[in-house]
C-alpha cells in the first residue's frame, strides 16, 4: 500500500470524530501533515476543540490542529448541533485537552504548506464544508499543482438532501465554497449520501465494537449510539449514517466503493435548491466529468474496518 500524505479538514461532528480515529489508526497507510478545522456541525471554537480532544484520545499528539474560517464565504453560518449535539461530539465526554491549539489559521497554514510539497504530494480529505479549501485555492491558485486529489464526503444525486430536500449538508452550510472545490481543476472523489446512506450504524455492525475495551472505543461507541438516538427520534430509523469515515475508508480499502466519473455542479443561486448537487451520471449535459462519485459502499465492510482500526488505538 503506498503511504499517502493527507490533511485532514473537518468538522467534528460526531462522524468525523470517528473518522479522525480511522486515520489515526493507520499510519503505515496515512502520514497525517496536519488538521485543519472549519465551522460547520458546531462552531469553529468547537471543531477546532474537538479534534484536539480526538487527537488526545487517540495519543497523536505529533499531528497539529488548526482553526480555520468561522462562517462560510458568502452566506450566514448553519449548524447541524441539532444532531451532532451542543458539543458536536455529544455521546462521548468532552474535556478540555492537554495540547493548546496551534496559533496558525488554518487557510494560512494549508497555503504555507502545499506551497512547500512536491508537486501531487499532498491528499486533502474533507469532510465538513469546504471554506477553508475554497478560501486557500483563492487566495493561492498557485498550490493546486501540489494536490494529488480531494476526498470529500458532499453531496447528493438520488437521495436528494439531508438538511433541505434537496442539498446535503455540507453542500448547504457553503455551497459557493463547494461550487469553487469542484472547479479547482484538481482529481476529487466525492463520497455522498447516495453511498453514506447505506453506511448505517445497525446493532450488528456496531457488536464488533462493543466487543473492543479502552478510551477510544468507548468514546467511538458512545458517539455512534448517541447518533443513532438521534436517528431514530428524527426519522424513526435503526442505525444513523455514518458519512464522513467513508473518506479515510476510500483510500485505505477503495475496493470497499463503487465509483464513475461525472460531472458535479453545485447549485449557488436557487433558495429552492441552494447546495444541490447535480451529478451527471449519464453525460446528459456533454461536460467533461470533473469528479468521480461514489454511489455504492459495503458496509459492513466498513464497519469492520472501524473496528479493527479503533481496536489498534
Not at 488548526?66 to 451542543?86: I, K, M, N, S, T
Not at 461507541?221 to 467513508?246: I, Q, S, W, Y
Not at 461536460?287 to 481496536?311: K, M, Q, Y
Amino acid at each position: 500500500m503506498i503511504r499517502r500524505r493527507v490533511i485532514i479538514d473537518c468538522d467534528p461532528g460526531l462522524d468525523d470524530a470517528i473518522n479522525l480515529f480511522l486515520a489515526f489508526a493507520s499510519p503505515e497507510a496515512l502520514e497525517i501533515v496536519g488538521i485543519t478545522t472549519v465551522a460547520g456541525n458546531v462552531p469553529v471554537a468547537l471543531t477546532e476543540r474537538n479534534a484536539r480532544m480526538v487527537r488526545e484520545l487517540a495519543n497523536r499528539e505529533d499531528v497539529p490542529v488548526f482553526g480555520g474560517c468561522e462562517r462560510p464565504l458568502r452566506r450566514p453560518p448553519v449548524y447541524a448541533d441539532h444532531v451532532h449535539g451542543a458539543s458536536g461530539v455529544d455521546g462521548m465526554t468532552a474535556f478540555e485537552p492537554r495540547a493548546a491549539r496551534d496559533d496558525a489559521h488554518a487557510v494560512d497554514w494549508l497555503v504555507e504548506t502545499l506551497r512547500a510539497a512536491n508537486a501531487g504530494e499532498i491528499t486533502l480529505v474533507a469532510t465538513g464544508p469546504l471554506t477553508n479549501l475554497a478560501a486557500a485555492f483563492a487566495r493561492a491558485p498557485d498550490v493546486l499543482p501540489k494536490i494529488a486529489e480531494v476526498v470529500l464526503m458532499g453531496g447528493a444525486r438520488r437521495e436528494g438532501g439531508n438538511i433541505t430536500p434537496t442539498a446535503e449538508f455540507n453542500m448547504f452550510a457553503d455551497p459557493h465554497a463547494a461550487a469553487a472545490v469542484f472547479a479547482c481543476g484538481r482529481p476529487i472523489v466525492a463520497i455522498g449520501l447516495d453511498a453514506t446512506h447505506q453506511a448505517t450504524a445497525t446493532p450488528e455492525r456496531l457488536a464488533p465494537l462493543r466487543a473492543i475495551s479502552g478510551p477510544v472505543a468507548e468514546a467511538a461507541l458512545g458517539m455512534l449510539e448517541f447518533a443513532n438516538t438521534v436517528e431514530f427520534k428524527r426519522r424513526g430509523a435503526v442505525g444513523a449514517p455514518v458519512h464522513d469515515p467513508c473518506t479515510v475508508a476510500y483510500l485505505l480499502a477503495p475496493r470497499l466503493f463503487a465509483t464513475k466519473p461525472c460531472c458535479i455542479q453545485v447549485e449557488t443561486e436557487a433558495a429552492l435548491t441552494l447546495g444541490c448537487t447535480s451529478v451527471d451520471y449519464w453525460g446528459a449535459t456533454g461536460n467533461a466529468p470533473n469528479a468521480v462519485w461514489v454511489d455504492e459502499v459495503d458496509a459492513d465492510a466498513l464497519f469492520a474496518l472501524i473496528a479493527e482500526r479503533i481496536s489498534r488505538l
